[in-house]
């Protein structure tokens, strides 16, 4: 029940179907019978300390505002990032959910073809500088964003590390 919480959670998601029999919840967040289905099998657990398999999955959204309204709403619910970081060609929030698996919400800071280039040519560059440099408090993201200061500005790396280095992020 905690994976369907997260995941109803993350999307703003409805349940659509949960089958008794093999237990199975089905989950979407359109027009789609499901985009989601959390299954439990006798058992199963949450995934060990450091596995082996995949690293995350990511959901890519439009706008900066629309990650930013999950953050608020991930947190009502009770979750936090982990991790929340400008990686020059994304902004990016990273929550674990109830299985341990890595969630990414995100926005491209480009369109398509030039944050494609940015992560190929720029981003483990020396030049690019270490990512945790672009780590930034999401509470004071938000207050900026509502406050008005342009996406432009709160997607740009550069500016993010400045605004980090003087405190206002």
Known sequence: ??????Y???????????NPGN???????????HRIVVMYKE???TKPENPVGYSHLAFGYRSLGEVLFIYQRMLEWGYKP???VNHGNSTSFYYDDPDGNTVETLVDNY?????KSYKMNYQFSEDFGP??????????????YEYGISDEILMDREQV?????????
Not at 111 to 115: G, M, R, S
Not at 161 to 169: A, P, S, T, V, Y
């Open 1 to 6: 029940q905690a994976m369907v919480d997260f």
């Open 8 to 18: 109803v959670a993350l999307f703003n998601g409805e349940v659509t179907a949960v």
């Open 23 to 33: 237990p199975m919840t089905f989950i979407t967040y359109d027009e789609y019978d």
């Open 43 to 45: 058992g199963w657990g």
């Open 82 to 84: 982990h991790w929340v």
């Open 111 to 115: 369109p398509p073809i030039e944050t």
């Open 131 to 144: 990512m945790p440099g672009g780590n930034f408090d999401p509470d004071k993201m938000v207050a900026l």
């Open 161 to 169: 590390r400045r605004m980090i280095r003087k405190g206002e992020l």
